[in-house]
Every structure is written in C-alpha cells, then in structure tokens.
C-alpha cells in the first residue's frame, strides 16, 4: 500500500515512477483494484526463480496415491528447507532475475535514482547491487526492521551473520535510509547518519464516494482490520470475551477483516452470545466502508512483532476516521508512544486478559446504540500521515540523493 500511494502521488512533484516488481502473485491479501492507482506507470515482472520448483499436488488431486502424496509431502519440505536457508530472504530467487531484467529498465526508462523497499530485504540488495551496477543513487525505505527483527531472524546463525553484514553493505551505500516510525529511524541512524522519517498514513481519496456498512444497529460494532496467525494470536482477546457476562457479550459484535488460521478461528469457538464476524481479506475500499461502519476499531501488535519499532499502517486510517480505538499493545511500544503522544486511544497490553474485558465491558456499555457515543479527540494536524504529502517528502529526497551523488 505505501508504495502503490508513492507511485500514485510522485508524478504531481515531477518524478515519473518505473515499478520493477516479481512476476508471483500469490499474497495473502490480493486486491487487483490498487493497480487502478498506478494510471499508465510502466510495471517490469520478472520471475522468482526459486518459488518456479513447484512440488506439485498443491490441488489436492491425488486421490488415495499414497506415493505420489508421500513424493509431493517430501518435495514441499525440501523446498522449504531451501527457502529458509535462502539469504537475505525466502525472495532470493527473484534477485538475479531482478539484476538482469534491472539493469535493461534502468537504461531504457532513464533512471535517474533507485528506490528499493523491505521487507523481504531481497529487494534491498537488488537495489544495492543495481545502484553498484549502474552507479545511480540508491534510496532504500525500511516498512519494518531487518537485522535485530524477531519476524526475520533465523535458526541459522550463519544467515543472521551474513545478513547483518549486507545490512551494514547496503546502508553504507544508500544516499538515504528511510523509516516509518522513530524508534526504527533511531536504529537506522546506528549505521548511517543518512536519514529520514516518513510515517505510513492515509490516502484522503480513498474515503471519497464511501457509504458505511450496514452492520447490526443493535450492538457494539468493533472493527479489526488485519489477521490472526503465528506471533499475532486471538488468544487473550478470545478469553477476555469469555469473562463478559451474558448482557455484555450480547452487545458486542467482533468483525474482523483480514485471514485467521483455522488455528485461530477455533478460539472463537463456542463462545456463547458474542457475534464474530470472521470476513476474511476484502478490496481496501470494501474494508475502509468496515471502518466507517463501526462504533469503535481495534489493533493489534505483540511484543513478538517487533512493537519497539513497528507500527500496524491500518492504524493511520483509523485515525482518519475519528473514531474510538483499542489498542491492544504495550504502553512503551511504538503503537502506544504514538496514540500517546496524538492523545487518542484506549491502549491495553496485549496479553493481559483481565484489563481487555474491562476495556470491552467499557465499550459495550457506553459505546452501545443509543447512548451518548464516545469520540476520539480532534487531531489538529493529520499531515504527516497524508500519502500525498509523504510523497512530495519523498520527491524532495531524491532530489537531495540526485543532486549529492556522486558516480
């Protein structure tokens, strides 16, 4: 989403975005509607090597072939034994098909400057390398931490060893290392001086032209945007729903836009009286009429996701919406230092059970339809979180990077 708005707004400051990207499309959360935001920008596919050795029976059809199921269920462990010993990343087959096909973009299309965004970090030394290739500046955006990232770091402590030594490699060269909260602009500045802050945010068009949901007038209606699986569990919020009485159950109802394991979904199970509403990824704009339809929204990060320095994006659209937020986060994490320092928020640690089913007793009481609704304080200034403005700060950058480099 962050570099879709990017490519949106950078032409309105006189830069022409060229997208070299991996032919694969196989995310999580596919939303084909967001390429409508590119307009006419050239896009370069090119493969993942390594992601094209398909085991086979990924269909299911294999019948009672008892051989060809033990045959597929061994290859698809050998691929991912190979995909995790993959450095940087599970991406690396895409980086040499990146190199070459890379190297032609940047002579055809006229690239002034090299912008490369992780993670997965193989597209930062594909940057790297291309910038070394073809000695145009290089202009990396960390979204999340690389080395010292609990979600990155492997078993393997040769991996993690020759990671940070690419880190320091391609920080080193960048003529800009840009973060998306403090506290990962503050890491970055322990390797290169280089620096700069530019917050995920909200795109203003984006609420143009939509209509809230119609969800259940006769309840709480609590909003997620985002999944449940690995470090990010329903656990403690699935008990703190069991604590409510009947009454307080009953006027709660949990929508949650985004994929849940079969794993997580159980632990809804046999919740009785609290309507939830498993409705799986939806187009970002299906997703944001969620927003606007809800009386209050919920967040959450653990500690595990590296919380001292990231921070959910969806939470900037929440914030556009001025409306209620829980936040299931720690009070020092990068989430809850913002919603702090903006004055918004009711923030709960996100593993303590008891003090999240007094923040859902709170909110099926006074958030209920009917009575006098709660109102997020007015945030006087929105700006540092508007994409279009972040991406004119962008602009300026890479005349910064084209007009001190150096070949």
Sequence with gaps: MRTVKFVKYLRES????????????????????????LGDTPVYRCPDWISRFNTGGSDGQTGGNLAGNWRNRFLAGFKELIKGALIPDRRAGWLLP???????????????????????????????????????????????????????????????AL??????????????????????????????????????GFDPEDFIGLSPRRLDNGKVNLVYLGGFDGYRTAGPLARALAF?????????????????????????????????????T???????????SAQALLVVIFPEEDSDRAIPG?????????KPILALCEKQSALGLLLNDLGVGTIVPPKDVTQIAAALKALATDSRPGAEQPQAPAIADLSLFDRQQNARRLADHFEGACSSHEP
């Design 14 to 37: 006189g830069w022409q975005p060229v997208v070299l990207t991996v032919a694969r499309r196989d995310t999580l959360m596919p939303d084909p509607g967001l390429l409508l935001e």
């Design 98 to 160: 990146a190199l070459l096909l890379g190297r032609r973009v940047v002579k055809r299309e006229g690239i002034a400057v090299i912008y490369a965004t992780a993670p997965p970090q193989t597209p930062l030394l594909v940057g790297y390398l291309l910038s070394l290739f073809t000695t145009r500046p290089l202009v990396v955006d960390y979204r999340d931490a690389w080395g010292g990232n609990n979600l990155f770091r492997s078993r393997l402590g040769l991996k993690n």
């Design 314 to 322: 969806k939470i900037y659209e929440y914030l556009a919406t001025g």
């Design 282 to 292: 939806l187009p970002h704009r299906q997703a944001l009429e969620y927003l606007l």
């Design 163 to 200: 990671n940070g030594w690419l880190e320091r490699r391609v920080l080193g060269k960048a003529a800009l290392a840009v973060a998306t909260t403090p506290a990962l602009l503050a890491l970055l500045r322990q390797f290169t001086s280089r620096t700069s802050l530019i917050y995920n």
């Design 244 to 280: 409510l009485d009947t009454d307080e159950r009953a006027r709660l109802a949990l929508h949650v836009i985004g994929p849940v394991s079969s794993r997580e979904r159980a632990l809804f199970d046999g919740l009785p009286g609290v309507e939830i509403n498993l409705v799986g």
